[in-house]
């Protein structure tokens, strides 16, 4: 027995060895097979039958036992005027009231066919000795039509040993639960590890799942807490690209919009779908549109927000000057609304930049009597420059487009793509884009809006994005749902610092798939969260009185070891909502590829000024004088070897500023 006191559920011990309830179910089945028997005498036999039962009954038992006991009884009869009384029949009577001389009352009166035949009286025999044998035959044949006792039963019996039988395998297993619950532990507090069955009973999902195996239908979690967000965290190769498969295949089945980045390009290959309006933000892709920071800008004041994506400051927090003045003056700059080689011009040139902030404010961050600081502030305002560079010219690019238009429009799908090799060149182009969607869609939406999915894979490959904690925590009103997938909590630490803890609680569902990290499969065995066991302790007792003493013992584990998260086979997770813990294998569908995952777009700029097949290899020299034009080379079509320049010294910053440059760069 339990009682529920103060969340934990209280136990009265019954020993363990009864089986309390196979017991049950065997008790519940004779009170239905008790109502059963009530029933069918009620409802299934005569007015004479039910008056001769306990008659009945008498006579088979003792006969059944003895051929000669006699016994003393009183039977029906009925007579009539001029008629010799016989004993009455099932036709001769129905259900009523015939009083009696002694003034006792006979349950039963004559029934209307009764008078028909000259029938008018009603009464019982004086006592009289009658064989139970010859007795109970005679009633089994006239009475009960042929039908002897057990016969008789057998309907209601049967009945209730359906009963029976349909309880006691549910008694039996509920005995063997609780036999291992009081040997091996029984929850009292914690969270609940249940069956994915048991999963979608108890959590009654009808939003977003993933296809298990072994089950048909899909382990869903509720349409209300799509919109609070979904972390998948485990290993490269456990399996996050194929649950994130899953979860795109509903999106684009429901007509929802997403956002996708997509760092090893699986998803724009595909799902990718330029009829749907989809966009691919890669500027080395031919496929991508042109974007300016400029048009994104509906007031002078979201510069400042657009500013602080591109530049990040560092973890350690020292040198934040170098992150806070570029912005400032990439801010100021924005003013003018440059197009992308504008800005990439003019962080190009410092006489420029002198010009442009002149008089203002922002001149004394770029003082050239102060070189130092202004060599550090150019320095970081070059390292965008570079990621600028890349963006496509409008008569280069697939049309144009702008987060803040498609923010309002919602039509299509976006992939945010990249090249290894590449990566640390969009990085920060990329974290704007996202950054700058993630500000646009916060806004609750309007009917007419489609709701969008942010699906960022390999979260720990971007540069913080300042938004995005805003995202997590803040945008459930926007009813647009993020799914982060990384491979560990020490990847956003880095980014993200003590900020990370508060980001990894937000989500409603999180997805553990295996991870070796210690630390992290540590992290994850303390989120699943430490559940309160209640265990039967059995003592035994030798001597001339033997017996049994029980106590129960209560301790407070993890529900699922840090060994078990790292144990995970490929394609095998955890996943817990609220305080309902499952674990489940899935599939892996390997969906046809309708798209190229990357088509280069060709940039004159970019290519080498050499052949990279004919570079020839040399000892290093301390100086390098060009070779003649009529000196031979050793091999035909070798490019002149080029005389070694000494650059001309200049400035520079104090060694932790000269660490930071280097560690942003």
């Known amino acids: 027995m339990q009682n529920t ?45 039910r008056y001769y039962l306990p008659l009945y009954e008498r006579t088979s038992v003792i006969g059944a036992f003895s051929k000669t006991h006699r016994s003393n009884y009183r039977v029906l009869f009925v007579a009539g005027q001029g008629l010799k009384p016989r004993p009455a029949q099932n036709t001769d009577v129905m259900l009523g009231r015939t009083p009696e001389p002694d003034g006792k009352t006979i349950p039963l009166q004559l029934s209307a066919d009764a008078p028909l035949h000259g029938y008018t009286l009603l009464f019982r025999s004086p006592l009289r000795s009658f064989s139970d044998v010859r007795l109970s035959d005679y009633m089994k044949e006239v009475v009960y039509g042929g039908t002897s006792l057990p016969t008789f039963f057998r309907p209601p019996f049967i009945g209730g040993t359906v009963v029976l039988l349909i309880l006691l395998p549910f008694a039996v297993l509920k005995d063997v639960q609780r036999q291992k619950q009081l040997r091996y532990g029984r929850r009292l507090k914690g969270p609940e590890m249940l069956t994915p069955r048991q999963f979608n009973r108890v959590v009654k999902g009808d939003g977003i799942g993933f296809k298990i195996d072994g089950m048909r239908k899909m382990l869903r979690i509720p349409a209300r807490a799509e919109a609070q967000h979904m972390q998948i965290i485990g290993d490269t190769g456990a399996g996050k690209s194929a649950l994130m498969f899953q979860l795109l295949r509903q999106v684009s089945s429901r007509g929802d919009s997403a956002i996708v980045y997509d760092p090893a390009r699986e998803y724009v290959k595909r799902f990718y779908d330029p009829d749907r309006g989809d966009i691919i933000l890669n500027p080395l892709d031919r496929r991508c549109p042109y974007w300016g920071p400029a048009e994104e800008l509906r007031s002078r004041s979201e510069a400042k927000a657009l500013a602080v994506s591109l530049f990040q400051p560092p973890q350690d927090k020292k040198g934040e000057f170098f992150i806070e003045s570029p912005q400032k003056i990439f801010a100021f700059l924005m003013a003018y609304g440059p197009t992308p080689d504008q800005l990439v011009h003019w962080m190009s040139d410092p006489e420029e930049i002198d010009r442009r902030v002149q008089g203002t404010e922002h001149a004394h961050l770029i003082d050239p009597h102060a070189h130092q600081q ?18 496509p010219k409008r008569s280069e690019a697939n049309g144009t487009w702008t ?5 309002e429009k919602r039509q299509g799908w976006i992939f945010l793509t990249s090249l290894p090799a590449e990566r640390e060149a969009l990085r920060p182009l990329q974290s704007l884009w996202i950054d700058w969607l993630v500000l646009r869609l916060l806004n609750e939406p309007t009917a007419a809006q489609k709701r969008v999915w942010f699906v960022i894979d390999e979260l720990a490959s971007l540069q913080k994005l300042p938004q995005l904690h805003t995202a997590i925590t803040e945008a459930r009103k926007s009813n647009n749902p993020v799914v982060l997938g990384f491979q560990g909590k020490a990847q956003l630490e880095y980014l993200y610092g003590h900020l990370a803890e508060v980001m990894l609680s937000q989500p409603a569902t999180s997805v553990w798939l295996t991870t070796k990290e210690p630390n992290a499969g540590e992290w994850v065995s303390k989120f699943i969260g430490k559940v309160e066991i209640e265990r039967l302790r059995e003592t035994h007792f030798d001597g001339t009185r033997a017996g049994r003493n029980f106590a129960l013992d209560r301790q407070v584990e993890q529900l699922v070891l840090e060994s078990e998260i790292a144990g995970l086979a490929d394609l095998h997770a955890y996943m817990k909502y609220q305080n309902y813990v499952t674990r489940f294998s899935f599939p892996y569908f390997n969906m046809p590829e309708v798209a190229e995952g990357f088509e280069r777009r060709d940039r004159p700029d970019d290519k080498l000024p050499y052949d990279p097949a004919r570079v020839q290899g040399s000892e290093p020299n301390t100086e390098l004088k060009q070779v003649p034009e009529d000196t031979p ?5 070798a490019l002149p070897v080029v005389q070694q320049i000494e650059p001309e010294p200049t400035v520079a910053p104090d060694a932790d500023d000269q660490q930071n440059l280097i560690l942003r760069g």
């Open 5 to 49: 006191t103060w969340g934990r559920k209280e136990s009265i011990v019954w020993p363990y060895q009864i089986p309390i309830y196979a017991y049950s179910a065997a008790f519940l089945s004779a009170v239905v097979t008790f109502f059963f028997v009530c029933g069918w005498i009620r409802f299934a036999t005569t007015p004479l039958q």
């Open 374 to 391: 202004r060599a550090g502030v150019l320095a970081s305002l070059g390292l965008v420059a570079d990621s600028l560079r890349l963006l």
């Open 403 to 407: 987060a803040t238009e498609w923010a």
């Open 633 to 637: 080379s050793s091999q035909p079509n």
